[in-house]
């Protein structure tokens, strides 16, 4: 007969097959580590967030969504929503894409070449106007911590560049970028 549907049984103890795509909650934590400093991603929401441990211990936590200024457009970190595991010649890193606005995000966190117990964090941003504010922000101790990226030439678009280390002496510049604690 034309048109009819067919109706097929299913067993009581077994459920049909769900077929959408993984749920972003599915998502499982990446890490990547140097000796006694790890970094742990975790999927929150919309996006990537990340926890820095030195000797298995918390030490720092990284902060999203808007700065202080409250403009989603430049929020308090890069807004990381794809990751992959890579393997370089420094060992396993680290590889994330994301956007906010019509800025996008890349970045790379590896063992750093030169530091043990380091990671070496390595920050993109293309830009098609001025941010109101760009850089990385971590939560320790209750303590904010803010890597700047630096300021730009005023000619859109453009390619924005910072790069951090984090150890056991905690988050420091690695050129041009600069850390400012507090406010």
Do not use: N
Not at 112 to 125: G, K, M, R, V
């Amino acid at each position: 007969m034309l048109g009819s549907a067919i109706m097929t049984a299913q067993p009581a103890d077994r459920e049909p097959p769900d077929l959408r795509p993984a749920s972003p909650r599915s998502r499982p934590p990446l890490e990547v580590s140097a000796g006694a400093v790890r970094a742990v991603f975790s999927w929150a929401g919309d996006r990537w967030r990340h926890a820095i441990l030195i000797d298995g211990m918390p030490w720092a936590e990284s902060q999203e969504g808007r700065p202080d200024a409250g403009d989603a457009a430049w929020p308090s970190s890069p807004p990381l929503v794809e990751l992959s595991p890579a393997s370089t010649p420094r060992g396993e890193a680290i590889l994330g894409v994301g956007l906010a606005g019509r800025s996008h995000f890349s970045a790379s966190i590896s063992p750093h070449p030169d530091q043990p117990d380091t990671l070496l964090f390595e920050i993109a941003c293309r830009i098609r106007e001025q941010p109101g504010w760009l850089g990385s922000t971590y939560d320790s101790a209750g303590e904010r911590l803010r890597v700047t990226a630096p300021t730009t030439t005023g000619e859109f678009p453009a390619t924005v560049r910072w790069t951090y280390a984090v150890g056991r002496e905690g988050v420091r510049p690695w050129p041009p970028a600069t850390v400012a604690k507090g406010g």
